[in-house]
């Protein structure tokens, strides 16, 4: 295992555990204690966790994992959504990205569309989001309006006031959000109250919303609540979301497609 995937590796497990023994990772990962603690030291150098006596801890509560550390997890299930939700999106339609994994996916979707191989443009995408902006820029076909503000490390998002004057400034067809939370009663949620405020503003300028996210995102909360669940049009989730909560969206007015 190369040290960037053990890296990861090991964050992932941080995150989902709030704190990971050197014994244990080492038993985990494969590797020699050794190896775990040069990686816990080099990972507290650059701040992404923080160091104990005999393991490591992730910062706090809210700790978000920053997006390039992130691994592929649930992968098939991302792009199984993306696939659906680029289906939902018309040529000649303006789409409002969020930043996140799965939208990343939407907007891989939506590059290799046969349909949306040309046009003038194809598609308006408008996104807040820097790799999406980067990764789509190359299509001639696409007219890609990015908003201003300061960047989010963590999530390659540009959020502030100045993204809220480009915003303030646009209408799109569709807003597609990816969430790390999205429940019935609490609605769609992100870690950071920033790009929190970003992402409604997108849906507020948008004819209708999809949140795009796979059934792990489903039934929880987090912090920075997006927007109710009364706002969204659709959500496009996988096969292996629990019918309870899917019967429960549908309830609430919330069009659901499983992938």
């Not at 992130?70 to 992968?75: G, S, Y």
């Not at 799965?102 to 995408?125: I, N």
Request: hydrophobic share 50%.
């Amino acid at each position: 295992m190369s040290r960037d995937a053990r890296w990861k590796a090991l964050l992932e497990l941080l995150v989902e555990r709030g704190r990971l023994d050197v014994e244990e990772a080492a038993a985990e990962l494969e590797v020699s204690a050794a190896t775990i603690r040069r990686d816990f030291d080099r990972l507290a150098e650059q701040q992404m966790l923080v160091r104990t006596r005999g393991g490591a801890v992730v910062h706090g509560v809210s700790y978000e994992l920053p997006l390039r550390y992130k691994t592929a997890r649930n992968a098939s299930e991302k792009q199984r959504v993306a696939q659906a939700v680029a289906a939902l999106v018309a040529p000649g339609e303006a789409v409002g990205l969020t930043g996140g994994t799965t939208t990343t996916e939407v907007a891989r979707a939506l590059a290799v569309r046969a349909d949306l191989a040309s046009g003038t443009p194809a598609l308006t995408v408008v996104t807040n989001a820097l790799n999406i902006a980067n990764e789509l820029a190359v299509r001639p076909q696409f007219k890609i309006v990015v908003t201003g503000g300061v960047a989010r490390a963590q999530s390659y998002e540009l959020i502030g006031p100045l993204a809220d004057g480009v915003l303030g400034q646009v209408t799109v067809d569709v807003a597609v959000l990816g969430v790390v939370a999205f429940d019935v009663t609490h609605g769609a949620a992100a870690h950071d109250e920033a790009e929190a405020a970003i992402n409604r503003l997108l849906c507020e300028r948008a004819e209708r919303v999809v949140v795009a996210a796979d059934s792990s995102k489903l039934g929880r909360r987090a912090f920075a609540r997006i927007c109710s669940a009364e706002s969204v049009d659709t959500l496009v989730t996988d096969g292996a979301a629990d019918p309870d909560l899917v019967r429960r969206f549908e309830d609430a007015g919330v069009r659901v497609v499983l992938a």
